[in-house]
């Protein structure tokens, strides 16, 4: 009794000593975080800094929301090969507040995530995963696919070059121009509010999902992007969306981006197309033999 009640002791001392150093953990955060935010690299006119090559490594392209691993597609034959990570989530509060007709749409992508309805309708991006076909990822999906991008900075104008697909997106400072068609990646107007780049993105055509899981939205998508470097080597991403047409009230995703470091470290050519041909156009009998 006395060997277990000593061992039970020593148990809670352990736990208190290590509640206790957790208690002092915060303080040393935010002074290491003020540190690392006064080494932010900076352009002549004082702004950040954020050229360079940056990937997230979440697990949101395969379901923005909390997620458990699952098996990928075709598992009978691939085993683990193509299986999802288990994931947290980017959505702040893990909810995503659809209309009641929504969430049936939802439903309805999730279970048809595979199907390629390949025909001269503009119909057939109804059904399959728009990253099944290879189209361009879309705003913020792109921030979050498993490939790195790259930004460029000017005072007049940011660039995004994205990995996947080669797809890129200019970012107009200063402006509040309007978008003159509808596209896969919108239109971006950008500013400066204090260190943080806050991008308003519209002119979306309504075809891109923000994930493989069917989550989707209408092309009256809105989107407010938050680009803050907590260091040289860190930017907390956090972006607002709005779409009228398909959730009852604007909602919030957050999530960290990495800077390659590597001195070799480039962006390196993912063209999707080929890998795509026989899945597009076998249907149609013009794949050559």
Same mark, same amino acid.
């Given at each position: 009794?006395?060997?277990?009640?000593?061992?039970?002791?020593?148990?809670?001392?352990?736990?208190?000593?290590?509640?206790?150093?957790?208690?002092?953990?915060?303080?040393?955060?935010?002074?290491?975080?003020?540190?690392?935010?006064? &080494?932010? *690299?900076? #352009?002549?006119?004082?702004?950040?800094?954020?050229? $360079?090559? /940056?990937?997230?490594? =979440?697990?949101?392209?395969?379901?923005?929301?909390?997620?458990?691993?699952?098996?990928?597609?075709?598992?009978?034959?691939?085993?683990?090969?193509?299986?999802?990570?288990?994931?947290?989530?980017?959505?702040?509060?893990?909810?995503?507040?659809?209309?009641?007709?929504?969430?049936?749409?939802?439903?309805?992508?999730?279970?048809?995530?595979?199907?390629?309805?390949?025909?001269?309708?503009?119909?057939?991006?109804?059904?399959?995963?728009?990253?099944?076909?290879?189209?361009?990822?879309?705003?913020?999906?792109?921030?979050?696919?498993?490939?790195?991008?790259?930004?460029?900075?000017?005072?007049?104008?940011?660039?995004?070059?994205?990995?996947?697909?080669?797809?890129?997106?200019?970012?107009?400072?200063?402006?509040? &121009?309007? *978008?003159? #068609?509808?596209?896969?990646?919108?239109?971006?107007? $950008?500013? /400066?509010?204090?260190? =943080?780049?806050?991008?308003?993105?519209?002119?979306?055509?309504?075809?891109?999902?923000?994930?493989?899981?069917?989550?989707?939205?209408?092309?009256?998508?809105?989107?407010?992007?938050?680009?803050?470097?907590?260091?040289?080597?860190?930017?907390?991403?956090?972006?607002?969306?709005?779409?009228?047409?398909?959730?009852?009230?604007?909602?919030?995703?957050?999530?960290?981006?990495?800077?390659?470091?590597?001195?070799?470290?480039?962006?390196?050519?993912?063209?999707?197309?080929?890998?795509?041909?026989?899945?597009?156009?076998?249907?149609?009998?013009?794949?050559?033999?």
């Amino acid at each position: 009794m006395t060997t277990r009640y000593s061992i039970a002791l020593t148990t809670v001392a352990l736990v208190a000593i290590v509640f206790s150093f957790m208690d002092t953990q915060p303080a040393a955060a935010q002074t290491v975080s003020g540190e690392a935010r006064a &080494s932010v *690299p900076r #352009t002549a006119g004082g702004q950040p800094d954020l050229s $360079g090559i /940056w990937q997230s490594f =979440t697990t949101a392209n395969w379901d923005i929301l909390a997620h458990s691993a699952q098996p990928g597609p075709h598992s009978q034959l691939l085993g683990a090969w193509g299986a999802a990570r288990a994931g947290r989530g980017i959505v702040e509060g893990n909810e995503l507040p659809y209309q009641p007709w929504a969430v049936a749409k939802q439903q309805e992508n999730y279970a048809n995530r595979m199907v390629a309805n390949i025909t001269n309708d503009p119909s057939r991006f109804d059904s399959g995963d728009p990253e099944l076909q290879c189209f361009r990822a879309g705003v913020p999906r792109a921030n979050y696919m498993p490939f790195p991008l790259q930004i460029f900075q000017t005072p007049e104008e940011i660039i995004i070059v994205y990995e996947y697909k080669g797809a890129y997106r200019t970012i107009q400072m200063d402006s509040e &121009s309007e *978008p003159p #068609t509808d596209t896969w990646m919108g239109w971006s107007n $950008g500013h /400066w509010a204090g260190d =943080t780049l806050v991008v308003d993105v519209t002119g979306f055509n309504g075809y891109t999902w923000f994930d493989r899981a069917g989550n989707f939205h209408s092309d009256a998508l809105h989107v407010v992007e938050r680009w803050t470097p907590l260091s040289p080597y860190h930017i907390r991403y956090e972006a607002t969306i709005e779409d009228p047409k398909v959730f009852t009230r604007p909602w919030n995703m957050s999530f960290t981006l990495y800077k390659h470091i590597d001195p070799d470290a480039e962006l390196i050519e993912f063209n999707c197309i080929p890998f795509v041909e026989e899945l597009m156009y076998a249907p149609l009998g013009i794949m050559g033999k």
